[in-house]
């Protein structure tokens, strides 16, 4: 069974730092595209940062530019998301993701694999 499971949320104050893991199993994800999204109450899932299967190449959503940091280990088969200098408005359930297209994709519609999700929740 595939499974994609996130790791390392909770509560932090504002400008304080989180880092996220999300350890696959049942398969190997080494040559997939890998992404970090997010959902806030009320709102629909956004993208966040997503990295190539080498780690070569990233992207992420302008209001996270600078202080966020994906990358990955392929051969733990996990995908990080280092949070620094966090804002409350970085509050949301956290979701990793896998996807077989080439190179990175902010959209989730490409992305096949998910895990359950963890929250993190920054005070002011």
């Known amino acids: 069974q595939v499974q994609l499971v996130e790791s390392g949320g909770g509560l932090v104050q504002a400008g304080g730092s989180l880092r996220l893991s999300c350890a696959a199993s049942?398969?190997?994800?080494?040559?997939?595209?890998r992404g970090w999204f997010r959902q806030a109450p009320g709102k629909e899932r956004e993208f966040v940062a997503t990295?190539?299967?080498?780690?070569?190449?990233?992207r992420y959503e302008d209001s996270v530019k600078g202080r966020f940091t994906i990358s990955r280990d392929n051969l733990k088969n996990t995908v990080y998301l280092q949070m620094n200098s966090l804002k409350p408005e970085d509050t949301a359930v956290y979701y990793c993701?896998?996807?077989?297209?080439?190179?990175?994709?902010?959209?989730?519609?490409?992305?096949?694999?998910w895990g359950q999700g963890t929250q993190v929740t920054v005070s002011s």
């Open positions: 990295i190539n299967w080498s780690g070569g190449s990233t």
């Open positions: 049942g398969r190997t994800f080494s040559t997939y595209t």
């Open positions: 993701a896998a996807s077989d297209v080439v190179g990175v994709s902010p959209y989730r519609h490409e992305y096949a694999y």
